[in-house]
C-alpha cells in the first residue's frame, strides 16, 4: 500500500480534496488582500465558526441515519432561553455561577428532551424525521415567541463573556468547545456500538432490525444527542451575543445542511466522516470572511456557497464516472 493509498483509507476519499480546495481558497484570498491571514482575521473567523460547527454536528447524526433534524435552531434557542430564564431568576447579572450551571442543565435538559420526543414520534410512530422535525420545529418556534413576545431577553452575568468571547492559550473557547464536540463525535460514531448502529441504520434499516440492532432506541438516542448539541449551540450563542431570542441564527439552518454534503454525508444514510464536514465548515468560513474582506455583498457570500455545492456535486459526478470506468477496464 503507497502512501496515497494509506492517506485515503485514513483520511477518506473525500478529505484531501477538500484540503487543496481549502488551500486554494486560503491562497487566493491573501492574494486579494492583505487582511485574509492576518492575526486578527483568523481569530475572527474562529470566533464566528464554532456556532454553526455545532449546529451542523447537530444535523450530521441525524443524517447519517437516512433522517433530518430541522429542527436545530429552534432547538438551540429555546435551550438558550431556558439558561436565560434561570439566569434572570436569580438576578440575571448578578446572577452566580451555580445559577449558570442549574441553567445550562436545564437548557442541556430542554434540548434532549425535544430531540427524544422526536426521535420516539420517527421510530415508534414511523412518521418522517422531515415532517417530524418540521412539526417540532413549528412548536418550538410557536413557544418561543409566545413565552417571550418576541422579544430578546439580555442582561447576563459578565463571567459569561469568557465563553463567548475569551481564549485559553491563545485559542478562542468557543473553539476549543467545537473541537472537543467534533473529537467526540470522532469517537461516538467510530468507536462505539451506538456509531455503528447509526451507520447500519442509515444504509438499510430493515437489515438492520433483521440482524438485531436496536434500531428504536438507537433513533431515539440520535435525535436527543443531537437536541443536546443543539443545547449547546444555544448556550454558546447566550454567551456570544448577550442575549437570547427566538429567531438567532435562523439563516444557519439550511448552511448546516450544506457543510454536512460539501463534507461529504451521502444524503441518504449510511456514509460519512467527521473531519470532512470539519473542514468543509473551515471553507465556508472562509469564503465568507474572504469575501467580506474585499468587499462583497455580504449576500453573495450565500450564492458562492450555493455555486460551490453545485461545483462538488458535479466533480463528485465526474469522478464516480471515472471511477466506474476504471474498474470496467481492469
Known amino acids: 500500500m503507497n502512501l496515497r493509498e494509506r492517506l485515503h483509507a485514513a483520511l477518506g476519499a473525500e478529505t484531501l480534496p477538500l484540503l487543496v480546495f481549502l488551500g486554494l481558497v486560503f491562497l487566493a484570498f491573501s492574494l486579494a488582500t492583505p487582511l485574509f491571514l492576518t492575526g486578527a482575521n483568523l481569530r475572527s473567523m474562529a470566533f464566528q465558526m464554532p456556532v454553526l460547527g455545532l449546529l451542523t454536528l447537530a444535523m450530521l447524526v441525524p443524517i447519517l441515519s437516512g433522517g433530518l433534524n430541522l429542527a436545530i435552531i429552534f432547538q438551540a434557542n429555546i435551550s438558550g432561553l ?14 452566580g455561577p451555580g445559577a449558570f450551571v442549574l441553567g ?19 421510530a415508534y410512530v414511523g412518521a418522517h424525521p422531515i415532517l417530524v422535525s418540521l412539526a417540532m420545529m413549528i412548536f418550538l418556534r410557536g413557544l418561543g415567541e409566545f413565552l417571550t413576545r418576541g422579544g430578546d431577553i439580555s442582561g447576563f452575568p459578565e463571567y459569561m463573556n469568557v465563553l463567548g468571547h475569551g481564549s485559553f492559550l491563545g485559542i478562542p473557547v468557543p473553539m476549543i468547545i467545537f473541537l472537543l464536540a467534533a473529537f467526540v463525535w470522532h469517537i461516538m460514531l467510530k468507536r462505539t456500538r451506538h456509531g455503528f448502529s447509526v451507520y447500519m441504520i442509515g444504509s438499510n434499516i430493515q437489515a438492520s ?12 438516542l440520535i435525535y436527543a444527542i443531537s437536541g443536546m448539541i443543539c443545547a449547546v449551540a444555544g448556550i454558546l450563542m447566550a454567551a456570544r451575543f ?32 467527521v ?12 469564503l465568507s470572511s474572504g469575501l467580506n ?22 466533480l463528485r459526478w465526474v469522478g464516480a464516472r471515472w471511477q466506474l470506468k476504471r474498474r470496467r477496464g481492469t
Open 82 to 95: 431556558a439558561l436565560a430564564w434561570v439566569l434572570i431568576a436569580f438576578g440575571g447579572a448578578e446572577a
Open 104 to 122: 445550562a442543565a436545564l437548557a442541556l435538559l430542554a434540548g434532549a428532551a425535544s430531540g427524544a420526543v422526536m426521535g420516539v414520534v420517527v
Open 209 to 220: 432490525e433483521y440482524s438485531g440492532l436496536p434500531t428504536r432506541r438507537t433513533l431515539v
Open 242 to 273: 448577550n442575549s437570547v431570542r427566538v429567531g438567532h441564527g435562523e439563516a444557519l439552518l439550511l448552511v448546516t445542511v450544506l457543510a454536512c454534503f460539501l463534507g461529504g454525508i451521502d444524503p441518504f444514510g449510511g456514509f460519512g466522516r
Open 275 to 286: 473531519l470532512p464536514v470539519v473542514l468543509a465548515l473551515i471553507i465556508l468560513q472562509a
Open 293 to 314: 474582506l474585499i468587499g462583497a455583498n455580504q449576500h453573495l457570500s450565500t450564492a458562492v456557497w450555493g455555486l460551490f455545492l453545485i461545483g462538488v456535486m458535479a
